[in-house]
């Protein structure tokens, strides 16, 4: 096969259960972690992660919640990433939770090879950078009420229902 042939490029659906399966099996050293949100979702589209605050950072100590959705141009495009947990840090809207392309280069940068778990491990070492790991923490608490609609950041807006209540099971 010479180099200037194609690769093969594995269908979305193969690709989610791809990285569905590893993440059930568990990544690294346990400090990231994600996993379908809703089981009966055929598009495989909502998804969410955890980031286990990192030591000696302004998190540490901190669990933080994520939402990942998926459009239907993934893997060619990337997701919308959006902190359920409240956080301050330089790529994170402070209204939304929403992670902003424009200051996550991952992001802005998307490549069909990038995983979810790629975007995990990014986000916790965007934590210890010298920017970021001192950053005074917002009061603990959930951007509830936020409805996210779609894959974009300009879709996650309040929830005209009001703020949803919250609580930690």
């Known amino acids: 096969m010479s180099s200037e042939e194609a690769k093969v490029v594995v269908p979305r659906n193969f690709r989610l259960l791809e990285e569905l399966e590893r993440g059930e099996k568990g990544i690294g050293d346990g400090t990231v972690s994600y996993g379908m949100d809703d089981a009966d979702d055929i598009y495989m589209q909502s998804w969410t992660g955890t980031i286990l605050g990192p030591h000696n950072t302004a998190y540490e100590g901190k669990i933080f919640q994520l939402k990942l959705f998926c459009g239907k141009e993934y893997p ?22 929403v992670v902003e ?9 998307w490549r069909r090879e990038y995983t979810m778990e790629d975007i995990l491990i990014k986000l916790k070492k ?41 609580c930690v099971m």
């Open 101 to 109: 392309p424009s200051l996550f280069p991952m992001l802005a940068n």
């Open 76 to 97: 060619e495009s990337p997701p919308t990433v959006r902190f359920q947990t409240r956080i301050n840090m330089a790529c994170v809207n402070p209204e939304t939770g």
């Open 126 to 166: 965007e934590m210890m950078t010298s920017h970021n790991r001192k950053l005074a923490q917002p009061p603990e608490g959930n951007f509830c009420n936020l409805v996210l609609v779609g894959s974009s950041t300009e879709e996650a807006r309040p929830d005209p229902k009001g703020p949803a209540k919250c």
